[in-house]
C-alpha cells in the first residue's frame, strides 16, 4: 500500500498518467472537439478553449499538485499517447480518508466505457493509498451519462443533495453522491452482468483491466 496514488496507471485500453506541460496541444484539441459536450455540465469549459500558453501552465500546475500529494489530475491517452482521449483525477476535497473521482470523455470517443474503466483503475488506486477509507462520485442528478458510471460500477447511491449549495451559483442542481467503502472494494473487481453483456455484444472488453 502507498502513501499516495501512482503516477501512472494503465488498463485494458487506457493510459492514464499525470499531465505534463508539454500535453497542452493534445489536451487543447481534445477541448476544442468537445466543447459543447463538456459546457454542459463543467464550468472550466465555459471559459475554453484558453490560450496554449495557459493551458501549458494549468498542466504545469496539474503536475506539481501531483508531486507534492495535494490534487492529483490525470490524463487519459490512448496506450501510445498520441491523443488525449479524456481526463480524470483523485481530488481530495470531501475530508479526510475520502478521495472524489471526476472524469470527462472526448465527445467522439463516449459510449466505449472508457469513463468507466479510468473510474474503476483510479478508485482501486485510491485503495491502494494508506488512510484512504472512501472513494466518492458525485454527478448533477441531471447528467445520465455520469451518473452511469459508478452505477456500473456498483458504487451505492448514498445521498441526494437537494439544491446543492457547493454547486456553482449560476448552475443550481441537485447532486447524486456515490460512495464506496473500502470493505466494498470487491466490487470493483465483479463485472456487473451488465457489463457482461456488453462484452458479449460487443466483443470487445469493457470497462474491466485483465488484472
Ligand atoms: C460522463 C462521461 C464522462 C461518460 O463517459 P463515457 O466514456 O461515455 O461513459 P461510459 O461509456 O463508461 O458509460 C457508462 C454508463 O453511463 C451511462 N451513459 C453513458 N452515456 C450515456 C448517455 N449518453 N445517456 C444515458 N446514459 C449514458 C450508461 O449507463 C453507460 O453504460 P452502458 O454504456 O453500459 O449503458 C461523458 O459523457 C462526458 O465526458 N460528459 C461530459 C463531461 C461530464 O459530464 N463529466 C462528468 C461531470 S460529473
Not at 484558453?50 to 504545469?60: F, G
Request: aromatic letters at 8%; hydrophobic letters at 40%; proline letters at 8%.
Amino acid at each position: 500500500m502507498g502513501s499516495r496514488p501512482p503516477e501512472e496507471v494503465r488498463t485494458a485500453r487506457l493510459w492514464l498518467r499525470c499531465w505534463r506541460a508539454e500535453d497542452a496541444p493534445l489536451f487543447l484539441r481534445a477541448v476544442e472537439q468537445s466543447l459543447r459536450h463538456l459546457r454542459a455540465w463543467l464550468p472550466w469549459a465555459d471559459s475554453e478553449p484558453s490560450d496554449p500558453v495557459e493551458v501549458a501552465q494549468r498542466l504545469a500546475g496539474f503536475a506539481a499538485a501531483f508531486r507534492a500529494g495535494e490534487n492529483w489530475h490525470y490524463g487519459i491517452f490512448d496506450p501510445g499517447g498520441r491523443q488525449v482521449l479524456g481526463g480524470s483525477g483523485l481530488h481530495p476535497r470531501r475530508g479526510t480518508g475520502v478521495l472524489e473521482i471526476g472524469y470527462w470523455i472526448h465527445a467522439h470517443h463516449v459510449r466505449q466505457g472508457y469513463a468507466t474503466e479510468a473510474a474503476q483503475a483510479l478508485a482501486r488506486a485510491a485503495f491502494d493509498v494508506h488512510g484512504i477509507e472512501r472513494v466518492e462520485i458525485r454527478c448533477d442528478a441531471r447528467n445520465a451519462p455520469s451518473a452511469g458510471v459508478p452505477r456500473r460500477l456498483g458504487f451505492p447511491l448514498v445521498e441526494t443533495i437537494r439544491a446543492d449549495p457547493e454547486a456553482p451559483s449560476t448552475r443550481p442542481r441537485d447532486t447524486l453522491v456515490f460512495r464506496l467503502e473500502r470493505g466494498e472494494r470487491e466490487r470493483l473487481s465483479a463485472p456487473s452482468a451488465r457489463q457482461s453483456a456488453h462484452e458479449g455484444a460487443k466483443g470487445a472488453p469493457r470497462g474491466a483491466d485483465p488484472r
